[in-house]
């Protein structure tokens, strides 16, 4: 029986690349994460044989990156080499295979995450500051002595 790529989804943050791999009830299961590349490999439940190979865009650290198997797909966490890099795809060649996307559910634009933070931040110690702000103590005048 004739090999077959898995539908792949990827997404970028600052210190990792995630990759999906989409093969329902797979079994032997390989994933090799290279410095430059990803071999994926598997069976599903019906023997088709599922294999990938991707040149990464970037240097990846290999030894700090994992893979985990769920019964819907195997997803790669790849930390990358250069974090806060963003990459503007997966691949190291210019080219989008028709089994690789973009995983847009996943996908958030990260690189002016700091600068939104930042502002954030700022306005959140402004509310904390109008409502630690001292005034005068209110008048208790409205309150029944009798309890």
């Given at each position: 029986?004739?090999?077959q790529?898995?539908?792949t989804?990827w997404y970028d943050r600052?210190?990792?690349?995630f990759l999906e791999?989409?093969?329902e009830?797979?079994?032997?299961?390989k994933?090799?994460?290279?410095?430059?590349?990803v071999?994926?490999?598997?069976?599903?439940?019906?023997?088709?044989?599922?294999?990938?190979e991707i040149?990464?865009?970037?240097?990846?650290?290999?030894?700090d990156s994992?893979d985990?198997r769920?019964?819907?797909s195997?997803?790669?966490?790849?930390?990358?080499?250069?974090?806060?890099?963003?990459?503007?795809r997966?691949?190291?060649?210019?080219?989008?295979?028709?089994?690789?996307?973009?995983?847009f559910?996943?996908?958030?634009?990260w690189?002016?995450?700091?600068?939104?933070?930042?502002a954030?931040?700022?306005e959140y110690?402004?509310?904390?500051?109008?409502?630690?702000?001292k005034?005068?103590?209110?008048?208790?005048?409205?309150?029944?002595?009798?309890l």
């Amino acid at each position: 029986m004739a090999r077959q790529h898995a539908k792949t989804l990827w997404y970028d943050r600052p210190r990792y690349v995630f990759l999906e791999f989409c093969v329902e009830d797979s079994k032997d299961v390989k994933v090799v994460i290279e410095d430059h590349r990803v071999v994926f490999s598997c069976k599903n439940a019906d023997g088709v044989e599922f294999y990938n190979e991707i040149n990464l865009y970037g240097r990846v650290n290999s030894k700090d990156s994992q893979d985990k198997r769920s019964d819907r797909s195997i997803t790669c966490f790849i930390r990358k080499w250069k974090e806060k890099v963003a990459w503007p795809r997966i691949t190291k060649e210019n080219i989008k295979p028709a089994w690789l996307s973009v995983d847009f559910d996943n996908w958030r634009d990260w690189e002016g995450d700091e600068e939104v933070e930042r502002a954030m931040v700022e306005e959140y110690a402004e509310l904390l500051q109008k409502v630690t702000e001292k005034g005068p103590a209110p008048t208790m005048d409205d309150l029944d002595d009798d309890l």
